[in-house]
């Protein structure tokens, strides 16, 4: 992973950390107070699959760190990070008591979700699940080159 794409996803996974530890201890409490039952099942449910996500997301992205800051080797970051068992993200989500959810809960799971994704993906890239993707400096040239081919320039 490129150092300054993987700096930029070690701050982004970590200030939602301190983002969402922060709400939830404050404003969290305080929004969770006021809602019907089955929105505070819904709210403990969501804000603990949050947590728990955001810890595996932690784990791994401090491993990464200390790989790319030569403080373990890649070998050594691998056999820690198959320790870390990342929870599945739900299929759906709703049902009685989700629209009742304050916003701001609603948004620290979606931006948990999209972070978890990029996580997984960079993980199964690194472990050799699935290929990386080209970059859209490559995409670029291969059109151009089409376009070259196909007007004979």
Known sequence: MSSGGFDALYREGMGLIEEVAAYLDGPGRADSQHLSREASFVYATESMRLTTRLMQLASWL??????????????????????VK?????????????????????????????????????DKIERGEIAPEANAENAVSAQIDRLKSAFGA
Do not use: C, H, T
């Open 62 to 83: 401090l491993l990464q760190r200390a790989v790319n800051e030569g403080e373990i080797s890649p070998e050594q970051a691998m056999s820690e990070k198959a320790k």
């Open 86 to 122: 990342f929870s599945a993200l739900p299929s759906d989500r709703g049902g009685p008591g989700w629209d009742e959810l304050p916003q701001a809960i609603v948004d620290y799971v979606e931006k948990g979700d999209r972070l978890f994704e990029r996580v997984v993906k960079f």
